[in-house]
């Protein structure tokens, strides 16, 4: 386990501990690599243009994520800092000024109501049968950065593991990913699995531990915790099927990023005039109109 100064790059694959979040969304590896986050933004509905914008320019934060990067912090106890500000909300200009001044400085703000929600959001986790135990600070590893070369393509790949968690009695290690969102009900897991690609993620971050030897068993899984009162919890284990999915996915996104790194050309949605419709659904309904005689349709040519 390797300690990084805020000024040193990554020379080579390996593990590395201490790395603030700023450094590693900005890439910290010599000549550049790709995260999952990376991965997930060249594939559709995204596009490789959409990705390298970013990657020059950085992501704008997004007051949507503050809540849920401040629970990371006090679960976790990691990441970025919290600023306390002073306000009910951000109507008036100071409390704006605060609020800008804080994501400048890596911060995370966060309005006085928010600062009581994450703290009950962070006991409710610690007092789950399922999710205390398995973050226990005290029996893994947190944010750990992990940077390994891909052997196909010679690309450099990192990822941030949020914790690492050795399994009772076996060889076993569980990488562990923490997230916030409206409902944790199983069927809303599946579809955020697909919608935000956590499946993709997942695997991604399993190839890394593999990789850089961190274990030789990874065993996925999500802790999923609401944003709402009672901020119920649910840990997730992603099943075999959609991680071989999202292992497909990543080999796409690798070669993908290759290509445009090697002719640095970075594609939109499409490189040439496309045929678009209307979707399956549609065209289902309006078939459907048609069979009922909603439409009359006569004098039209065929």
Request: charged share 25%.
């Amino acid at each position: 386990m390797t300690a990084l100064a805020l000024d040193v790059k990554i020379a080579k694959p390996g593990i590395f501990e201490d790395i603030p979040d700023a450094v590693y969304h900005a890439d910290p590896v010599e000549g550049g690599s790709l995260s999952s986050t990376g991965a997930r933004a060249l594939l559709p509905p995204n596009c490789p243009a959409k990705f390298r914008y970013e990657q020059l320019h950085g992501r704008a934060p997004k007051r949507e994520f503050d809540v849920g990067h401040a629970a990371h912090h006090l679960v976790l106890g990691t990441g970025p800092e919290l600023k306390l500000l002073e306000f009910d909300d951000y109507r008036k200009k100071d409390a704006q000024i605060a609020r800008d001044e804080a994501y400048a400085a890596g911060q995370v703000p966060l309005l006085l109501h928010e600062y009581d929600l994450v703290e009950d959001m962070a006991l409710a986790l610690r007092n789950d049968p399922a999710a205390g135990p398995l973050l226990d600070p005290s029996k893994g590893r947190t944010e750990l950065t992990l940077v390994w070369k891909d052997v196909q393509t010679g690309v450099m790949l990192r990822a941030r593991v949020d914790f690492a968690r050795p399994a009772p009695d076996s060889d076993v290690v569980y990488i562990v990913d923490y997230k916030t969102a409206r409902s944790a009900e199983p069927s809303a897991i599946e579809r955020m699995n697909f919608d935000r690609g956590y499946h993709q993620q997942m695997a991604f971050y399993c190839e890394g531990a593999l990789e850089t030897g961190l274990t030789g068993k990874p065993v996925p899984l999500l802790v999923v915790q609401e944003k709402t009162p009672p901020y119920v919890v649910t840990v997730s284990a992603i099943t075999k099927t959609a991680y071989d999915w999202g292992t497909v996915l990543n080999r796409a996104a690798i070669n993908l990023y290759s290509r445009c790194l090697a002719t640095d050309t970075w594609p939109g949605y499409a490189t040439d005039i496309i045929a678009s419709g209307v979707p399956g659904w549609a065209e289902r309904g309006y078939e459907q109109a048609l069979d009922r005689g909603d439409y009359d349709i006569k004098g039209i040519k065929k």
